[in-house]
């Protein structure tokens, strides 16, 4: 079965970059499928970040499209997120999910985030 | 990009049906794939395609879809499908590898 974990730190400054990376057991990224990022502020839906194909080609959300790097690292079997320029809007809990034809068939447990000085 | 519309709330009685809406112009397009999110938890796969469900999804669950709309069927409702549901499908205008979810619904049984 396949596991995600997520991690990096719980507080981030305002204009400062928010990283985070989602470890997979169970399945090794390099045999394909999507990876995703997606988030959701305290109260409020989910909203996806991006994803990222296991050769590393990378699909972004337009309203995040310049803040957003997602990266793959196939010899560690993780993911990861940078999100720059943050701000408090950017508070929410982050999940990394596996993305299959149709469906993020597997979730993360999430980590929240919160940005403030 | 597109967007996905649910009804923020729907209430259902003990042991009754109850469906969830989600429109967009994507849905057209693609299926739909509805999520289960509890109180603190990860939302969890119910239905996802044609009408299908993953491995320990009860068979209360079951999905459907016309023109622009999809819909989540709990028939039988119970307890502990008290809950949060969301939509989530590709996005239909721009490159077709974007996802979209629906703002949600909190299902409530009463």
């Known amino acids: 079965q396949v596991q995600l974990q997520e991690s990096g730190p719980g507080l981030v400054k305002p204009s400062e970059t928010l990283s985070l990376t989602c470890a997979v057991s169970g399945y090794s990224i390099s045999s394909g499928y999507y990876w995703g990022w997606i988030r959701q502020p305290p109260g409020k839906g989910l909203e996806w970040i991006g994803s990222?194909?296991?050769?590393?080609?990378?699909y972004y959300n337009p309203s995040l499209k310049s803040r957003v790097t997602i990266s793959v690292d196939t010899s560690k079997n993780q993911f990861s997120l940078k999100l720059s320029s943050v701000t408090a809007a950017d508070t929410a809990v982050y999940y990394c999910?596996?993305?299959?034809?149709?469906?993020?068939?597997?979730w993360g447990q999430g980590t929240l985030v919160t940005v403030s000085s | 990009s597109s967007e996905l519309t649910q009804d923020p709330a729907v209430s259902v009685a003990l042991g009754q049906t109850v469906r969830i809406t989600c429109q967009g112009d994507s849905l057209r397009s693609y299926y739909a794939s509805w999520y289960q999110q509890k109180p603190g938890q990860a939302p969890v796969l119910v239905i996802y395609g044609k009408n299908n469900r993953p491995s320990g999804i009860p068979d209360r669950f079951s999905g459907s879809s016309s023109g622009n709309t999809a819909s989540l069927t709990i028939t039988g409702a119970q307890a502990e499908d008290e809950a949060d549901y969301y939509c989530?499908?590709?996005?239909?205008?721009?490159?077709?590898?974007?996802?979209?979810f629906g703002g949600g619904t909190k299902l409530t049984v009463l």
């Open positions: 999910a596996r993305q299959v034809v149709g469906r993020q068939t597997d």
């Open positions: 989530n499908s590709r996005d239909s205008s721009g490159n077709h590898l974007d996802w979209v």
């Open positions: 990222i194909y296991h050769s590393g080609s990378t």
